[in-house]
């Protein structure tokens, strides 16, 4: 099925899956829109803290002991707005974790084509196949994703360093992909700091607006695809 993005097809999926007092697991922090889309449908999304290897398999046992859920919308690849991807082990606790307790995992893996190497997913371990062969036939569409992984590599790279000259740090440094999810130790509250931004044409999102339930008004996602030295000056802390 081909769908208007990424939102559409979770929508379509979440109304056809979720029933209104559903419990539904999602990465914490997550694609807020994710978490509007579940409320919609009247389920209950419940936050898994997402770690650089994969989701928090400690924290989810302790969920799935007082809960009954009925699926877990994750992101694997360049996770939205962490960055961080998928181990093997990761994976397999997740899919063990799906069999003992009745759930599913709907996979988003929007951003996997983006990613430079070998990377892993839940579909691949559990022995789904998903192939498009009308668009890699001729591999127009292989050059293309090729290219760009070069590039976000590229900025990645340069994005990370330059903000880590002006103090912010990041929970994972991904190799490649979009999304670095940044805070810088003298801002607790990134709201004032987002708002000077603004007023200069620079447009992030506050944390808050990827929360399920934690806190995150110290942390902020960065687009490094969009990042250049003529930027980094505004991040300078004092001068936004």
């Not at 999304?45 to 997402?50: D, E, N």
């Not at 890699?136 to 760009?148: C, E, N, Q, S, V």
């Not at 340069?158 to 979009?178: C, D, H, I, S």
């Not at 709201?191 to 942390?219: C, Q, W």
């Given at each position: ?86 181990t093997p082990r990761a ?27 070998g990377r892993q997913t ?119």
């Amino acid at each position: 099925m081909t769908t208007l993005g990424a939102t559409q097809a979770l929508d379509l999926v979440a109304r056809q899956l979720l029933s209104p007092g559903d419990r539904v697991l999602v990465d914490e922090p997550c694609n807020g829109n994710l978490v509007r889309l579940i409320r919609l449908c009247g389920g209950e999304p419940v936050g898994v803290p997402r770690r650089q290897d994969g989701p928090d398999l400690e924290l989810l046992d302790d969920i799935l002991s007082r809960h009954r859920v009925r699926a877990f919308f994750c992101n694997s690849t360049f996770h939205n707005p962490t960055g961080a991807g998928l181990t093997p082990r990761a994976a397999f606790g997740m899919l063990k974790r799906t069999e003992a307790h009745d759930f599913l995992i709907i996979e988003d893996d929007v951003y996997g084509d983006f990613h430079p190497g070998g990377r892993q997913t839940f579909a691949e371990l559990d022995g789904l196949e998903r192939v498009v062969h009308t668009i890699l036939a001729d591999g127009t569409y292989l050059r293309h994703a090729r290219a760009i992984q070069r590039r976000l590599a590229t900025q990645q790279q340069l994005t990370q360093k330059a903000l880590r000259n002006l103090g912010w740090r990041f929970e994972v440094a991904p190799a490649g992909g979009m999304f670095l999810w940044a805070g810088h130790p003298d801002l607790p509250d990134l709201s004032g700091f987002i708002a000077g931004l603004e007023e200069k044409g620079i447009l992030l999102l506050p944390g808050e607006a990827f929360a399920v339930t934690a806190d995150y008004r110290a942390m902020t996602r960065i687009n490094a695809a969009h990042f250049s030295p003529t930027l980094a000056g505004a991040f300078r802390v004092g001068e936004a």
